[in-house]
């Protein structure tokens, strides 16, 4: 009796060491597995870091934002997925701090409105205004907050082509030097105040003229009077209306401010955004155009300026017409177009 309760314990014991080993197998396995795809994800991203102290805590945050994506995507729950990018060794607070910029502002107080010019315009059932040759490639702000800079030229970019009919890659960096007396360069800024700038300069000048560096420096005078682009006066859409900001987007692309700061924005991959966000405006974008999704979800499309590993080739869908007037994550709240 005593030999067979013996045994018994016996083969437990060796039934959980057998276990724990399988697990304890099976977390090296993923461990191993994890630095594989960091390594891959560096090299892809050339991402090289100071010292193995860095490149540790990096892979701590690089595993930590993995496993989220992971479990978000395995959930099933969501209709967009999120995938593996250029972030993915950054915190929430850290993309953040370097990738959003937009300054959120009293629309009140700065709008310029007093009628809206599209406000009996119909619109046509879809709209993408890069089919019409209105939108220049994705662009990469880098870790410098000026976003709005690139809110504004993008909707400039547009009006521009529809008005002479040439599209014209203009200048972020001449707004990031030289619009200095309301917006503040990387560290923010709002789209209507670059909008002011550009008529008050009388011009903009060209991406290749005035190129792209990601951080504040000195306006340089001499480049800027080079013109490529003049506007006459900006308008802000009615706020608080899907409807008006369709109006617009159906007549030019338009910048428009959403809450970019969840981890699931930071994350997004692919189909129509529905997550859960505010209305704490932070990022400035541009609404190039909107349809409905095969599922009939209705969206806006959305050019972002996080590079194109980001989203859908540097775009983003996000929901239309959901039940809070402001939009999802507040895109019909202060949005704006540039006039020529």
Not at 112 to 130: C, E, G, H, L
Not at 183 to 209: P, Q, V, W, Y
């Amino acid at each position: 009796m005593g030999l067979a309760i013996n045994c018994k314990l016996a083969f437990f014991a060796l039934l959980v060491l057998g276990m724990w080993a399988s697990q304890a197998t099976s977390r090296d396995l993923n461990e191993a597995s994890m630095i594989q795809k960091h390594k891959h994800w560096m090299a892809l991203f050339g991402r090289v870091y100071k010292d193995d102290l860095e490149k540790a805590k990096r892979f701590k945050i690089f595993k930590d934002n993995v496993d989220y994506i992971e479990s978000a995507n395995k959930a099933g729950i969501r209709p967009y997925k999120l995938g593996i990018n250029e972030f993915s060794d950054l915190t929430n607070e850290e993309f953040k701090a370097t990738h959003n910029g937009y300054k959120m502002s009293s629309y009140q107080e700065s709008s310029k409105t007093i009628s809206f010019r599209y406000q009996n315009v119909i619109a046509p059932a879809t709209m993408d205004w890069r089919t019409k040759g209105a939108v220049t490639g994705i662009k990469d702000q880098g870790q410098c907050g000026c976003c709005w800079a690139f809110s504004a030229v993008a909707a400039t970019e547009g009006i521009n082509k529809i008005k002479t009919g040439k599209l014209i890659s203009l200048s972020e960096q001449e707004l990031v030097d030289c619009d200095t007396n309301s917006d503040m360069g990387c560290e923010g800024g709002l789209m209507d105040d670059a909008f002011t700038f550009i008529i008050k300069n009388h011009r903009l000048t060209t991406e290749s003229n005035y190129p792209y560096k990601g951080t504040d420096g000195t306006c340089k005078t001499g480049k800027e009077s080079n013109d490529a682009a003049k506007i006459t006066g900006y308008e802000d859409v009615p706020a608080n209306s899907e409807s008006a900001l369709l109006s617009a987007v159906a007549n030019q692309p338009v910048s428009v401010a959403i809450d970019a700061s969840g981890s699931d924005f930071q994350f997004y991959s692919t189909g129509v955004f529905t997550g859960e966000c505010g209305t704490e405006l932070d990022h400035g974008v541009t609404a190039v155009g909107y349809g409905k999704a095969s599922d009939e979800t209705k969206y806006w499309l959305v050019k972002n300026s996080w590079g194109t590993s980001w989203g859908e080739n540097g775009y983003i869908r996000m929901q239309r017409d959901v039940d809070a007037e402001e939009g999802l994550c507040g895109i019909a709240m202060q949005a704006s177009y540039p006039t020529a």
